[in-house]
């Protein structure tokens, strides 16, 4: 990460590689290095990865024995973070029931759930309109039920579904745990990136403040980016009340 140019990086991953010829961690960061591959092409180089890094685990009788913990075991979190890689790789190809299926095994692998599946299942889920799903999620995770990272795609989803109340009740609940005016800022802005472009998704984000809406916007991309019909209903939610003037004497 702290190398220079793209060809000392390159040097240090095959370094890496001839000592641990299957490491996940070395072989997607490879796959990632080219940035002139296509997306298509690398979806299909991780899934190339991921077939040799299960057979792997099994190899080394960690696959069946580390179910539903693969993330506090070290030997299996390469497999969980390509995973987690080739997920985001689904989402950019619109590939909605393929990268559901793989969130679904993400939380079957390891439940506590260290690298957010749950995120990305309720996104996927909201770009399906799957509100019994949803649901289903939100009672899974109870801990999540004021989270941004549910809150704000269940409000889109009430929302394409007509469901104005429950909307306005999720927006009215983001207004207190976020400042309305952070959620104004965040709702404004996004209304008037007509471009269709967005920020990076930042490394690091503080819950409750206008970092943590950036991260929840920016990773998943394939739902908000079509959905500026409904930052302009919560912003139309969020101006704030008119003063009522004294009538003049």
Known sequence: ????????????????????????????????????????????????????????????????ESMGNFYQVLETRPYMRALSMYIGALKDNFMIQKAISVAKEML?????????????????????????????????FPDEKESGWFQLPMALLYYRLEKWEEAQKLVEALKKEYKVTTLREFVTDKVSSSDGCADEEPDYYQPYTRSELESIFSSNLFLWLTSVNFFEWVKEILKPAKRKTAPKK
Do not use: C, H, W
């Open 108 to 140: 079957k692998l390891n439940k506590m759930d260290n690298l957010g599946a749950r995120y990305d299942l309720m996104a996927l889920y909201v770009y399906n309109e799957d509100e019994f799903n949803a649901r289903k999620l939100m009672r899974q």
């Open 1 to 64: 990460e702290n190398a220079r140019t793209k060809k000392e990086e390159r040097q240090y991953l095959e370094n890496a590689r001839k000592l641990e010829p299957k490491n996940l961690d070395v072989l997607v960061r490879l796959t990632l290095l080219d940035n002139r591959k296509k997306s298509f092409q690398i979806l299909k180089e991780l899934e190339d990865l991921l077939v040799l890094g299960k057979q792997d685990l099994k190899d080394r009788n960690l696959y069946k």
